[in-house]
């Protein structure tokens, strides 16, 4: 499209998608700093907290692709209000709620809602700008998704410290009043008939639910048991429907999503997902359980622990800005390999903090675990789009992203249950913990979800000192034990990336030594590879 056919609506379009990834990425960073005030005021327990992350984490892996496939077949612009709408339900819903189980149901709509917007909007965006306007475009987004991830902890905590945690959902429905009926109004309506035929819509649909019931399944084995007969029917429902997926493209080939499935016979693909998921299984853990530690153990205030995150946001900007030189001199699987390796000794470096630490202790690792998350975004984005050539790159991102969220939500289940068991152990070795007798388990629980002072507040006279000296000893053991098993998957993960990436394996198109583009395919890689970096 030339510069003349371009529509005057473009930047309207460019603003309200920038406004909407600025909200989803924002509601990230507001709600890690809101834990302790949620577990507070719900009384939720570490599992409650938990899945505040998981149903959203699990609702977004698991329709983010088939929002984008719906959304090219019925309308993007139709299908973005409809998430947008969802989205600003599940806030709504999250806001009023009176328990840990609503809270759940509705950041699992949220999840839903994010979806949505994550895969609508950048296609839209795509729709709009052409030539160089296009990578402008990009940058104004992912602009926008960097602000919203730096000032997150800080006006969560602002919030929070304000009028109050359920403020961090309700700031989300004045964004969305406004955006809506901007949207109605300016954006214009696109599709690909034929891209996202009513065969490829049920194999996605297919898809969807597979992973769907595979990831819950893995995030409640520690409630369920990993081989109760709840998750045996949750694994054979998983196992069917990748049997019947693998029939479908057998079948049927050269269609949009089969074509990306295809690419997990590629080794760098498959490398580079794997190593996403695990990584990440590392890195949201040491966010999540970091963030409670500040607040309850060090005894920050919530706007205190976001501006103590800001050594992490710093590290992740100037290393973000540094991998994209690196990747044109660089191997993929080294620099990535590095970046994990990084997330893993930051994570070992909280070993030298200690109850009664000053939270200084922790800068060495928030630096260590930032540095290493900002050169993964934009390589993981690369590589998601670089092992196929650009029309099949759009699902290759698609499932590049459901590997980071299936890893937060497998993270998260695996090292929070961990954590819990240590907790309850060491607390009940103590001398507090030998005093209360069979009520030292629960007790244990509660201070694993950071009520520390709650539980030495209700110990038994003259034990309240002792008792909370010891739940913040035995959170501070259990923290450093979380931690090196994460470390184990950060180092997995790093392992993976060297043996599995390799720069041979990308797509002739995908250019990452600088040079210009010179054809209309290679300008495509490139302006695709600029959309999903902004995703990621």
């Not at 009926?181 to 309506?189: K, S």
């Not at 630490?357 to 670089?386: E, F, Y």
């Amino acid at each position: 499209m030339t510069a003349s056919k371009a529509h005057p609506s473009r930047w309207w379009t460019l603003g309200i998608t920038c406004v909407c990834a600025f909200m989803l990425i924002l509601d990230l960073g507001i709600v890690t700093i809101a834990l302790p005030s949620v577990r507070s005021s719900l009384n939720a327990s570490l599992s409650d907290l938990q899945w505040v992350f998981d149903a959203y984490a699990v609702a977004l892996a698991a329709a983010l692709i088939i929002s984008g496939e719906i959304a090219d077949r019925y309308g993007r612009k139709r299908v973005f209000l409809i998430g947008l709408v969802i989205f600003t339900l599940g806030s709504l819903t999250c806001g009023f709620v009176g328990n840990a189980p609503a809270l759940d149901v509705g950041r699992a709509v949220q999840g839903l809602g994010a979806a949505v917007l994550y895969a609508v909007g950048p296609a839209l965006l795509s729709n709009e700008f052409h030539g160089r306007e296009r990578a402008t475009a990009f940058s104004a987004f992912g602009a926008a998704t960097g602000v919203a991830a730096a000032v997150g902890p800080l006006i969560g905590g602002a919030l929070t410290s304000g009028p109050g945690w359920r403020w961090i959902f309700f700031i989300n429905v004045p964004i969305a009043v406004v955006v809506f009926p901007l949207a109605v109004r300016c954006l214009r309506e696109s599709r690909k008939p034929g891209d996202a035929a009513a065969p490829a819509i049920v194999r996605a649909i297919a898809f969807t639910l597979c992973l769907g019931v595979l990831v819950l399944a893995i995030t409640r084995g520690n409630a369920n048991g990993w081989f109760s007969l709840a998750n045996i029917v949750m694994y054979v429902v998983a196992a069917a429907l990748a049997v019947a997926l693998a029939g479908s493209f057998a079948a049927r080939r050269g269609q949009r999503l089969a074509a990306a499935v295809e690419g997990f016979g590629n080794r760098t693909f498959v490398g580079s997902c794997a190593a996403t998921l695990l990584v990440n299984a590392c890195g949201f853990p040491f966010i999540f359980i970091a963030t409670t530690y500040m607040q309850s153990i060090l005894n920050s205030s919530a706007w205190q622990a976001g501006l103590r995150f800001l050594p992490m946001t710093a590290a992740m900007f100037v290393f973000g800005a540094m991998a994209g030189e690196l990747c044109k001199r660089v191997p993929l699987g080294v620099l990535f390999g590095f970046a994990c390796l990084a997330v893993g000794v930051g994570v070992m470096l909280l070993w030298t903090s200690n109850a009664g630490d000053s939270w200084t202790s922790m800068v060495p690792a928030m630096v260590a675990v930032g540095a290493g998350i900002g050169i993964i975004m934009p390589v993981r984005a690369a590589l998601s789009v670089s092992v196929f050539e650009p029309a099949k790159s759009a699902v290759a991102s698609g499932i590049s992203e459901t590997s980071q969220q299936a890893g937060i939500a497998i993270g998260l289940a695996v090292i929070g249950a961990f954590f819990e068991n240590r907790v309850v152990r060491a607390f009940a070795g103590t001398a507090s913990g030998r005093a209360l007798g069979a009520a030292a388990h629960n007790a244990g629980r509660a201070i694993s979800a950071g009520a520390t002072r709650s539980v030495a507040a209700a110990a038994p006279s003259g034990l309240a000192g002792q008792t909370l000296h010891d739940a913040d000893v035995a959170f501070a053991a259990a923290l450093h034990q979380s931690m090196t098993l994460g470390a184990i998957f950060a180092v997995a993960a790093a392992l993976t990336a060297v043996l599995s990436i390799h720069n041979s394996d990308l797509h002739p198109g995908a250019r990452l030594d600088g040079t210009p583009p010179d054809t209309a395919e290679e300008l495509t890689s490139d302006l695709n590879e600029s959309r999903i970096s902004q995703r990621g």
